[in-house]
């Protein structure tokens, strides 16, 4: 069975930095697409980006441009959210998701992690 697990949440002031990664077991290979997505405290969920993991490409939401960089490692499975310059509305539980359907959209996820909290004080 397949699972995406997440780990390297937390507690960081304003200003500071966190990377948060999501391992892929159950697959050989990671899925071509996949991405992270939020939901803060009365919030929908967003989408905050996704990689294409046979090319690289990458797509972030305008609101983490700059800061935030996926990236992944294929010999361990694992994608990985570096995220700078962090701000209280940052705040969040951060998902890993993924999916072989095309395209690489949030609205075809299909994979999801357990969820790891984010929270950034002022």
């Known amino acids: 069975q397949v699972q995406l697990v997440e780990s390297g949440g937390g507690s960081v002031q304003a200003g500071g930095s966190l990377r948060l990664s999501c391992t892929v077991f159950?697959?050989?290979?990671?899925?071509?697409?996949m991405g992270w997505v939020r939901q803060g405290p009365g919030k929908e969920r967003e989408g905050v980006g996704y990689i294409n993991t046979e090319t690289s490409n990458t797509y972030y939401a305008d609101s983490v441009k700059g800061r935030f960089t996926i990236s992944q490692d294929n010999a361990k499975n694992t994608l990985y959210l570096q995220m700078n310059s962090l701000k209280p509305e940052d705040t969040a539980t951060y998902y890993c998701a993924a999916t072989h359907k095309w395209p690489c959209e949030m609205r075809n996820y299909n994979l999801w992690g357990q969820g790891t909290q984010v929270t950034i004080s002022s």
């Open positions: 159950g697959y050989t290979y990671m899925p071509y697409c």
